[in-house]
Nanobody, 116 residues
Framework: VQLQASGGGLVQPGGSLRLSCAAS????????VGWYRQAPGKQRDFVAR???????DYTDSLKGRFTISKNIAKNTVYLQMNSLNPEDTAVYYC???????????WGQGTQVTVSS
């Protein structure tokens, strides 16, 4: 699965961004699609994901500010990020897996910088 992330950029604190992740395969057939992020000098952390059966997970600290969604017709997954703060600065990666025990696929990452 090839994943192409886009939509990152520089935003002021309190602002919003919507990230997009275009997949080379039908996202409706993928076991899971989602987002992770990696801040400078830190490990890659889970942000949000959607399972094939409809379950959606978020990391607890981001619930209410971030929303994951998908457009099946466009094979694209989105991450709407609101009320951004400097701690949200990171490279955001989209992720997918074809099936439960399959390989992990990653997009190239898109930089999000929250700064005044």
């Amino acid at each position: 699965v090839q994943l192409q992330a886009s939509g990152g950029g520089l935003v002021q604190p309190g602002g919003s961004l919507r990230l997009s992740c275009a997949a080379s395969e039908r996202i409706a057939s993928l076991d899971v699609v989602g987002w992770y992020r990696q801040a400078p000098g830190k490990q890659r952390d889970f942000v949000a994901r959607m399972f094939k059966g409809g379950t959606i997970d978020y990391t607890d600290s981001l619930k209410g500010r971030f929303t994951i969604s998908k457009n099946i017709a466009k094979n694209t997954v989105y991450l709407q990020m609101n009320s951004l703060n400097p701690e949200d600065t990171a490279v955001y990666y989209c992720h997918a897996r074809r099936n439960r025990f399959g390989a992990d696929y990653w997009g190239q990452g898109t930089q999000v910088t929250v700064s005044s």
